[in-house]
């Protein structure tokens, strides 16, 4: 009898590991090409600036490539449904490369993750932006003063954020900040953590 209690106690532990690890994001691994649940984001100050979003070789099969000709701000998107209730604690996380023609403009970030809490009506309620140093912003104002190199190893930026009420999507946008060349990314996820995860600290 206690060898079958130990039993069940382990399933389901294993379950509960295997539930709050389930990567929420539709083709965060980009194994079905970046056309599935992924947009290219590229607003008005980057649109002559040849930016583009396709696929290519991953860090575990397939990803998908950032390019640019001249330096610029735009990314790739995605994003998921949420309760409303606020109070849930996400982790945040992205594999990224920089080839060898990628460069960033002088003095900024780069590569940025950027995470954007909205509510029904589609305003934004809170955002977060995730650097290549490990730092968190409530804004891009710092970010455009940052001063980082392009990781030419694959490299993985992470942040852990606890949605507020009100919001009902979470959207997902890897940036390259000003940059110009090639960047890759690969295995995005946003996974629901319990509370013993530590939040990441704004800056």
């Keep these: 009898m206690r060898v079958k209690i130990l039993l069940a106690l382990c ?3 294993g379950a509960a590991v295997s539930l709050s690890a389930q990567n929420l994001l539709s083709n965060g691994d980009f194994e079905a090409g970046v056309a599935k649940a992924w947009g290219a984001f590229i607003p008005g100050e ?4 040849g930016c583009t979003l396709s696929d290519a070789a991953g860090r575990v099969g397939k990803g998908a490539k950032l390019q640019a000709a001249q330096y610029a701000r735009y990314g790739a998107a995605n994003g ?6 606020g109070g849930e604690r996400f982790r945040l996380s992205i594999w990224v490369k920089a080839t060898s023609n990628a460069e960033p403009q002088p003095q900024t970030a780069g590569i940025v993750f950027r995470c954007i809490f909205s509510d029904v009506a589609g305003k ?3 955002t977060a932006i995730g650097t290549l140093d490990g730092k968190v912003y409530k804004n891009g104002d710092k970010v455009e003063k940052a001063n980082l190199p392009l990781p030419k190893d694959w490299t993985k930026m992470q942040m852990v954020l606890d949605s507020p009420a009100n919001a ?3 959207n997902f946008t890897l ?3 000003r940059a110009k060349g090639e960047i890759l990314i690969d295995e995005a996820s946003v996974e629901k953590v319990g509370k013993e995860v530590p939040l990441s600290l704004f800056q």
Aim: glycine letters at 0%; zero cysteines; aromatic letters at 14%.
């Design 80 to 85: 998921i449904k949420i309760s409303s209730n």
């Design 124 to 126: 934004d309620v809170t």
């Design 46 to 49: 980057s649109k002559e600036k």
């Design 175 to 177: 940036f390259a900040w």
């Design 11 to 13: 399933l389901w532990l």
């Design 168 to 170: 009902t999507t979470l």
